[in-house]
């Protein structure tokens, strides 16, 4: 069975730093995919990045990378240069390669920027 | 293009009562799914479809159910409506390739009074 963990519910950054949140994944399938989503206070899933099983290099999206440790078996978001606007919720999630390729989302880390 | 559109936005149901929640993709996607997202959680999947006249349950199934007689459109049938059904509803819809993200609806948000 799929899980997601992100233990980090709430995390606060200074506008302009750079945030890692985390997320730690388990599957039995060599094939699989991990998402990031945003979501911001209106409620809309907004997707961020994609990060193969089997891509060799870190994925990359304007200010967004995905730090990916497959033996670890993690795939944590770094958005740098944080901005006001990505104040937001932030899901990891993950599908496999084969079968329904629904998406099993984690809980969710609520991300604050402050000026 | 409108993506996907989901309708209604907001519902207030009394218990027992039923309702369709409707969702319509115009990008010619064949997968399509629906999810649950109670609230300060992650998005549950409900249902999905592989391609019309295929659904297949997913992990939170009980006291809904599905269609798929288009490629368009995939609706959301809640029977007896109880509070736990007390949610917002996403609907999704991509090509099915695995690097492929899932393109969502702007949900609805179903209260159960």
């Known amino acids: 069975a799929q899980k997601i963990t992100q233990t980090q519910p709430g995390m606060f950054v200074q506008e302009k730093e750079a945030v890692t949140l985390d997320c730690t994944y388990d599957t039995s399938d060599p094939s699989y995919g991990l998402f990031w989503y945003k979501q911001p206070s209106s409620g809309e899933m907004i997707f961020l990045i994609y990060q193969g099983s089997y891509d060799q290099q870190n994925a990359t999206e304007g200010r967004y990378s995905l730090n990916f440790q497959k033996a670890r078996k993690s795939a944590n978001l770094v958005i740098s240069a944080s901005q006001l606007g990505d104040s937001a919720m932030y899901f990891c999630?993950?599908?496999?390669?084969?079968?329904?390729?629904?998406?099993?989302f984690g809980s969710g880390t609520r991300l604050q920027v402050q000026p | 293009n409108a993506g996907v559109t989901q309708t209604p936005k907001f519902r207030i149901l009394k218990i027992g009562q039923s309702m369709t929640l409707q969702c319509t993709q115009d990008m010619n996607h064949n997968y399509m799914y629906w999810y649950r997202q109670d609230p300060g959680m992650g998005l549950k999947l409900i249902y999905y479809?592989?391609?019309?006249?295929?659904?297949d349950k997913g992990e939170v199934p009980n006291g809904y159910n599905v269609s798929r007689s288009t490629t368009e459109d995939f609706p959301l049938r809640l029977e007896l409506a109880a509070p736990s059904q007390t949610s917002v509803y996403f609907c999704a819809s991509n090509f099915g390739q695995s690097n492929q993200p899932q393109h969502f609806g702007d949900g609805t948000r179903l209260s159960i009074l």
């Open positions: 479809s592989v391609g019309a006249g295929i659904t």
């Open positions: 999630a993950m599908r496999e390669g084969t079968g329904r390729r629904a998406l099993t």
